[in-house]
């Protein structure tokens, strides 16, 4: 098993563009995650989903939309990007109670 | 709302140092605990985990007690290695029915150990 698989590894963008950060588990997941890790402040939430075609806000889902069109992927999707969203992204999934990351997409944008 | 709050940090210590990393929780349902540690480069992954009060979580030498009395999960080791570097998080599940597996991470704290 791959486990949780995140592409790019890294990402620059200039203010405004857009772009979408893959995400797809082979574990047959039900529960997925979004998370972004900004220095010294821990993981935040940013989208979650429950199952295929089901997906709902966190803790800092502005900026950012998701899709679950299927149980192995789970997209991110940065509209307009800002220097704000300059972070480590990191998505994860998990069918009971331990979490399974990915490695981790670390975005620029300048 | 449910929180996590780790010691501040970094830490720095010499190689067979003992380790202790301070997490406390708020006290909202009945979480179970974890702590995930990040080496350099690379996603977190679960170092150890308690469902309940007193219960003891442990893995490659480190230990965690579930203390609800002071709503406590310090992390310990009592030797530490170069090679236990890494950013340690300490995390509780969320409170309710309807917390879909969902964690609140602490701030993280980062460890250095020096040979």
């Known amino acids: 098993n791959a486990g949780v698989t995140q592409t790019p590894k890294f990402r620059i963008l200039k203010i405004g563009q857009s772009m979408t950060l893959q995400c797809a588990q082979d574990?047959?997941?039900?529960?997925m995650y979004w998370y972004r890790q900004d220095p010294g402040m821990g993981l935040k939430l940013i989208y979650y989903?429950?199952?295929?075609?089901?997906?709902d806000k966190g803790e800092v889902p502005n900026g950012y939309n998701v899709s679950r069109s299927t149980t192995e992927d789970f997209p991110l999707r940065l509209e307009l990007a800002a220097p704000s969203q300059t972070s480590v992204y990191f998505c994860?999934?998990?069918?009971?109670?331990?979490?399974?990351f990915g490695p981790g997409t670390r975005l620029t944008v300048l | 709302g449910d929180s996590v709050t780790q010691m501040e940090g970094p830490v720095t210590l010499s190689e067979e140092a003992f380790l202790t990393i301070n997490c406390t929780y708020t006290a909202t349902g009945y979480p179970s605990l974890f702590w995930y540690v990040q080496y350099p480069g690379e996603g977190l992954q679960l170092l150890l985990k308690?469902?309940?009060?007193?219960d003891k979580g442990s893995n490659k030498g480190f230990e965690a007690t579930y203390r609800k009395e002071t709503t406590s999960f310090h992390l310990e080791k009592g030797s530490v290695q170069v090679s236990d570097s890494a950013v340690y998080f300490c995390a509780r599940s969320n409170a309710g029915g309807t917390s879909y597996g969902k964690l609140t991470f602490g701030q993280g704290t980062i460890l250095t150990v020096h040979p």
């Open positions: 308690a469902t309940k009060a007193d």
């Open positions: 574990m047959n997941h039900n529960y």
């Open positions: 994860a999934s998990t069918q009971g109670w331990e979490q399974f």
């Open positions: 989903s429950v199952g295929a075609g089901i997906t």
